[in-house]
């Protein structure tokens, strides 16, 4: 049983770029939310997608959107980098959108921007 | 709003002594409540919840967690250190309603002496 994969593991960008980061559930998920954690920092929640909605969001700027597609999988975008954008992006997958549900992460994409 | 306070960014203990890593919380409703670890350029991992059954909560690798109400505390401990243990540990906390929505506290470098 595949447990949350998330790709690229690393990448670099420069500043003004866009990235696109991918998600892939755990197998009997349909929630996913994906956090940034900077260095040396703890976890912040960017958003949750369910039912291919985006249904809650952290304290963030537009140029974080994302998506979830019809086989529950999901893509994180980041336009116009910044160098604060640096950080590790964790992807995590539940079953319904909380209710307590134990959060699955995966090993994150880390994104380094020049 | 909620939020988290871990005291001590950094502990240290020996191996086989009792770990205690501490947690406090603020919630304006009846909290749900997480320990992560992280292990250097991985994901999170889950060791324990507590979502209003037991208060004494037993978690995965021999940890145990006590949610404590009126001390709005939920500390982790484990009786007997392991080198293995050595990681950062993140205690987080969400509402009820909105569980995919974690909010973490700073963390907690656990080093594990020989």
């Known amino acids: 049983d595949a447990g949350v994969t998330q790709s690229p593991t690393h990448l670099i960008k420069t500043r003004g770029q866009q990235v696109t980061l991918r998600c892939s559930p755990k197998s009997g998920h349909d929630t996913v939310s994906w956090y940034q954690q900077a260095l040396g920092q703890e976890p912040q929640f960017i958003f949750q997608y369910y039912e291919e909605e985006e249904r809650q969001r952290g304290n963030f700027p537009d140029r974080f959107s994302g998506h979830q597609f019809p086989n529950y999988s999901s893509e994180l975008n980041v336009n116009a980098l910044l160098l604060g954008d640096s950080a590790l992006y964790l992807c995590?997958?539940?079953?319904?959108?909380?209710?307590?549900?134990?959060?699955?992460f995966g090993e994150g994409s880390r994104l380094t921007v020049l | 709003a909620q939020s988290v306070t871990q005291l001590g960014s950094h502990v240290s203990v020996s191996e086989g002594a009792l770990v205690l890593l501490r947690c406090n919380y603020s919630?304006?409703?009846?909290?749900?409540l997480f320990w992560y670890v992280q292990y250097p350029n991985q994901g999170l991992q889950l060791l324990l919840k507590?979502?209003?059954?037991?208060?004494l909560v037993k978690g995965i690798n021999g940890f145990e967690a006590e949610f404590k109400k009126s001390e709005t505390s939920f500390h982790l401990t484990k009786p007997s250190a392991h080198m293995s243990d050595a990681a950062e540990y993140f205690c987080a906390v969400s509402d009820r309603w909105y569980g995919n929505k974690l909010v973490f506290g700073a963390g907690t470098i656990l080093r594990v002496k020989s």
């Open positions: 919630s304006s409703v009846p909290p749900y």
């Open positions: 995590a997958s539940s079953l319904g959108q909380g209710r307590g549900g134990e959060l699955f």
């Open positions: 507590y979502t209003s059954a037991a208060t």
